[in-house]
């Protein structure tokens, strides 16, 4: 398979990635050079074989229903880039 | 003083030969002497360090030292340090100091080390040569005329270590990022079973491969500090409850008739004749302690380096997302509307490397193609696991080399990302079945150092170790240093 | 052409846990903004999620309430998606294995027929955070109070055909949810949201038509309404020649509209793949059976109690049993008055239009459960009629008193039970009614009971109001059969 540029724009937004013009022909090529050692999987049988999410066959531990967390709303605003009243700041949400 | 161990450091400190203050001085002042060149540290905690090293010596007067009290070291720039600075090598984080300390920060606080700094590293550990740091290249120091690569991720936690500069350091792995750059720089590293260690607050590559461990000179330093970064965490939930060994009280047991495995498609053709020798003659000098050796197949090992590039990639973009300038890290200048801010806060905070692989991973992930790719890695993943599982019925230990060839000058891939990506085909396959690795010295070539890998079973960190001190108990590859240090 | 709808709803439910779902954070409404926005529910970079098993114990208790299958090995997925909401770029859900499998509820329509409205699943995930659009030099405030909230979404097949019947399947689940004590049911809060999936297709055809997403809606009403302007919207587009584009849309309950949202159109790739920080939750039948013995009755379990132990019709028994705390209210107004179909037609009735009305809970309710059984009581006793204890009602409501017996004498609503007065006012009644008489004394027995009512107003008026009504009845029947 091989990338595009109407992919690359494709999943460049998706990733909220900016791709300039200009790099797009370099990128699709880095890209499908990675895509075609990525096709070597394509070769190999896996026929009823469990897809595998994680390394050790380890089950979940849930947490008690305890509230641990206090207000700590102005140290972790500290790094933010732009706050007031305690609200994060953005271009303004249209849905 | 600074050839010393982190044991030697530790009995020099009990004994009173210097206090913490003077050693970590000592450090500091290598670092501001060395560092110019080498780039190996992002930050540099002098005050913080030289507060904690009087806070240590403090302990020790108060006898209450224990091995780590007062002992420098070094953090990946990974890591999360409440209070410092915190950049995972990327523009992204150029400006964010953690509001919270990682688990293997705390782990080391709590022993009573004292924290040099925090170490230079490929942009979200995505590199394999310490190139893709927006804070500039590392430089080996065991570069003489060309300057030569560390290795990557955790570039520069070995060129740090083994430029003197910290006695040991934390470091990474999500494909062979501790290995590489040991093998590299002539340091003994090794890779966690994944669980062991807490991946709280150690900013996330691909969750299901990332794990910490010490970036050494020795297998002893290196279990000193598996010690303190091991155990179960409440925070993490893929981390393992399950006991933590006193990974240093099996160093020295005997290997006589340990049975060590050479998977034949690692000792292949393409193997450089100067790395088979280096091999054959570790081989031949555990072999004289008793261990025996037979060759075992991984049959799909040759598909790692794609299953990897498919998985790590996929985990990473989601991984990634969380950095869209609302809450911290870079926001670009007078964003003109939401989508102008994600694109451009995100564009510029991210070098290359990090953003192909975002797109990769977004792109393996997307409708129609996650079976093709996602799924289909996963299932691989899953036999490369099941050959291991396979082979350790009837050996204790894998033999392999750890990286193909010693340090390589900057720019020697060339600009295919996939020359880079070949760097790892030795240590990737590791990561995906969560086994434990690690990388020491075994010889040089032109005079550059190169590791061999041992492999052990889940949680067998302990035997790894061990099987790595008897080598290094009987030979000196990993008492090299650089020259010009 | 005649048209037939098809409804399917995706219910988001706030699970009542004290904390999140993957933080230690409160999950308290209405904090000062980010307060309870702790390093993971920032996503602070390093940060990772710990499930909270309260969450999962209520989404279990949601699946055996509607019978459903619970899947004993549950995954969590990531759906990414950016949103300055959505502090991950990416929620945290259950896609193809979640906890809770198919079930079945039944529903009951205005009209008595019943109605079985399959559930594909219900699974856990976590809520966004809120964009606040007071604006803030032309930006938007982002409060992530409530991001990492628990919920389950619960989504139904497709087997609604209008908005009763939706309407009367949100009820339903809303009835459950708080019976169980899953969630607060606090609609106002937005505790829970429905999105509802419409399309519409020409009577006996099979294809479904395309549909169109309607997002979330905060009540019942709206999501009435919501649904028929929906479906005249797609009849007024087809019947013009148009086609039906599958979209989100918008719906503004004030202004009784909807539009397209187009930004939730963009990037509908969700590249959902299992959270690599979280492993699989595997639970056993000891666990859920655990589950199963602390569950509270379930209404429907109630409602057919209520049948069996206070003779109810199967409406007033559905209504009162729907939650648990008119369901609770009832018991114990029962009990004070010892009379369950008049204490069920006060509760059912003029208390709970009372309640819709001034658009307040149960909860709130300024008359307790006691003192509507006294009054009751006073009902059941004849110390007053129906229509004083009304009068009676408003002041108990009013909390301008609390003792039922002293309202009752001081507004003069005691009923007039003595038979000899009770006589006297029929006789002088009856007196200035001779051609009434004469045309009951001529009907027959069918009839007779009808015009007995022609008596009654004036003897009410002629009594102020105070005649036990039973009382003249039967003096009335004497004098008139005699």
């Known amino acids: 398979m091989s990338i ?9 937004h998706l990733a909220r990635l900016k791709i300039d013009e200009k790099d797009v022909p370099k990128l699709s090529g880095d890209l499908d050079n990675i895509l075609s050692l990525v096709d070597q999987l394509q070769a190999v049988n896996t026929d009823n074989i469990v897809p595998m999410a994680h390394p050790m066959d380890a089950v979940q531990i849930l947490r008690k229903d305890v509230v641990t967390e206090t207000n700590q709303r102005e140290k972790y605003q500290a790094v933010a880039p732009a706050v007031e009243d305690g609200l994060y700041l953005v271009p303004k949400v249209i849905e | ?195 062991r260690v807490s991946r709280y607050g150690m900013i996330a590559f691909a969750s299901s491969l990332d794990q910490a461990g010490p970036m050494a000179r020795t297998a002893e330093d290196a279990a000193m500090m598996l010690n303190v970064m091991a155990g179960h965490d409440a925070k993490d939930s893929t981390s393992i409850v399950k006991d933590v060994p006193d990974y240093t009280a099996s160093l020295n047991n005997s290997i006589d008739g340990l049975r060590i495995g050479l998977p034949k498609e690692f000792f292949n053709e393409h193997l450089s004749p100067e790395l088979q020798n280096i091999l054959q003659d570790s081989i031949k000098q555990l072999e004289s302690q008793g261990a025996t050796f037979k060759e075992i197949s991984l049959p799909h090992s040759h598909l790692s380096v794609p299953a990897y590039y498919v998985i790590a990639p996929a ?117 995906l079945a969560g086994l434990p690795g690690m990388s020491l010295p075994a010889g040089l070539i032109n005079g550059l150092p190169i590791g061999m890998q041992l492999i052990g079973n889940y949680f067998e960190e302990s035997k790894l170790l061990n099987v790595a001190h008897r080598f290094q108990t009987a030979t000196d590859w990993h008492t090299l240093a650089p020259k010009n240090i | 052409m005649q048209w037939e709808t098809v409804i399917g709803l995706e219910i988001h439910v706030q699970l009542a846990t004290k904390s999140k779902i993957f933080s230690g954070s409160s999950t308290q409404f209405g904090s000062e903004p980010n307060t309870q926005a702790s390093l993971v529910d920032l996503a602070m970079p390093g940060t990772l999620p710990v499930p909270n098993e309260e969450a999962f114990r209520k989404a279990i208790m949601f699946g055996l309430a509607i019978d459903a299958d619970i899947n004993k090995r549950s995954v969590f997925d990531r759906k990414n998606y950016f949103y300055p909401d959505s502090p991950k770029g990416y929620q945290t859900t259950q896609l193809d294995h979640p906890i809770v499998g198919p079930g079945n509820i039944e529903i009951q329509l205005a009209n008595g027929t019943k109605k079985i409205i399959r559930v594909h699943h219900a699974h856990l995930e976590e809520d966004a ?87 979330n809606l905060n009540s019942f009403r709206f999501m009435e309404k919501a ?106 107004s029962t009990k004070i008055s010892g009379d369950a179909k008049l204490s069920a037609n006060w509760v059912a009735g003029e208390l709970s239009a009372r309640l819709n009305s001034d658009d307040i809970s149960i909860k709130q309710c300024p008359i307790n459960a006691e003192l509507l059984g006294k009054l009751v009581l006073r009902i059941k006793d004849g110390t007053v009629s129906s229509s004083g204890a009304k009068k009676v009602f408003e002041v108990l409501w009013a909390q301008k008193s609390n003792d039922v017996d002293a309202i009752i004498d001081q507004q003069g609503l005691k009923q007039v039970s003595d038979t000899g007065a009770l006589e006297a006012i029929v006789d002088e009644v009856l007196a200035g009614m001779a051609d009434q008489i004469t045309q009951y004394q001529e009907a027959d027995e069918k009839k007779r009971k009808k015009l007995m009512g022609g008596f009654m107003g004036p003897l009410m008026k002629a009594s102020k109001g105070q005649g036990n009504p039973k009382l003249f009845n039967q003096i009335l029947a004497k004098k008139l059969n005699s």
């Not at chain 2, 982190?6 to 009990?14: A, C, D, F, P």
């Not at chain 3, 132990?309 to 049993?321: G, I, P, R, V, W």
Request: hydrophobic share 35%.
């Open chain 1, 4 to 12: 595009g540029p109407d992919d690359i724009n494709q999943i460049a």
């Open chain 2, 315 to 431: 985990e990473c973009s989601a991984n990634l997302s969380r950095f869209d300038g609302v809450r911290y890290g870079h926001r670009c200048e007078d964003p003109k509307d939401l989508m102008d801010m994600y694109q451009r806060s995100r564009t510029e905070g991210f070098g290359d490397e990090v953003k192909r692989r975002i797109l990769i991973g977004a792109y393996a992930l997307s409708a129609g193609y996650y079976d093709a790719y996602y799924n289909k890695a996963q299932q691989v993943r899953r036999l490369i696991k099941n050959d291991f599982v396979s082979a350790f019925e009837d050996i204790d230990v894998i033999l392999s080399p750890t990286s193909p060839s010693p340090a390589f000058g900057f720019d020697s891939k060339g600009d295919d990302p996939v020359q880079m990506y070949l760097e790892d085909i030795f240590t990737i396959s590791t990561n």
């Open chain 3, 227 to 332: 649904i028929k302007l929906e479906v005249e919207r797609q009849i007024d587009v087809l019947e013009d020649g148009g086609s039906i584009t599958q979209e989100t849309r918008l719906y503004d309950g004030e202004k009784d509209i909807s539009r397209s949202m187009r930004s939730k159109e963009e990037a509908n790739d969700y590249r959902y793949f299992p959270c690599p920080d979280l492993l699989p939750v595997i639970i056993d039948d000891v666990y859920i059976d655990s589950i199963r013995e602390d569950m509270p009755e379930l209404p429907d379990a109630r409602a057919a109690r209520f049948i069996e132990q206070y003779a109810l019709s199967d409406y007033d028994a559905e209504f009162l049993a729907g939650d648990t705390e008119t369901a609770a209210f009832f018991e114990v």
């Open chain 2, 1 to 195: 003083m600074f050839n010393k161990t982190v044991k030697e450091l530790s009995i020099g400190l009990s004994q009173g030969e210097f206090s913490s203050v003077e050693l970590t001085q000592h450090y500091l002042d290598r670092i501001k002497a060395k560092d110019g060149e080498i780039n190996s540290f992002i930050t540099v905690t002098d005050e913080l360090a030289l507060e904690e090293a009087k806070a240590a010596d403090q302990i020790r007067a108060e006898g209450k030292a224990t091995d780590w009290t007062g002992i420098p070291f070094a953090h990946k720039d990974i890591f999360c340090t409440k209070g410092v600075l915190t950049t995972c090598g990327s523009k992204m984080l150029e400006n964010f100091i953690s509001p919270y300390d990682a688990t293997v920060v705390s782990n080391m606080k709590t022993s009573g080390a004292v924290c040099l700094g925090k170490t230079n590293m490929d942009e979200f550990a995505m590199g394999s040569s310490n190139e893709t740091s927006y804070f500039g290249k590392v430089i080996n120091p065991w570069s003489d005329k060309e300057q030569l690569v560390p290795g990557g991720s955790s570039g520069g936690s070995a060129a740090a270590v083994a430029a003197r500069l910290t006695p040991i350091a934390t470091a990474t792995d999500t494909g062979g990022s501790i290995r590489q750059p040991a093998s590299l720089c002539g340091l003994t590293g090794l890779k966690p079973t994944y669980g």
């Open chain 3, 129 to 215: 955070g809120k964009s606040l659009h007071d604006d803030y030099h032309g930006m938007s405030g982002i409060d992530l109070n409530r991001a990492g909230t628990p919920l389950i979404e619960i989504v139904s097949e497709p087997d609604m055909c209008n908005s009763e019947e939706a309407v009367a399947f949100a009820k339903k689940i809303h009835s459950i949810v708080s019976s169980v004590g899953i969630g607060d049911g606090e609609m106002s809060q937005g505790s829970m949201r429905f999105d509802v999936n419409i399309s519409i297709r020409p009577k006996g055809e099979e294809k479904l038509g395309t549909r169109t997403e309607t997002k």
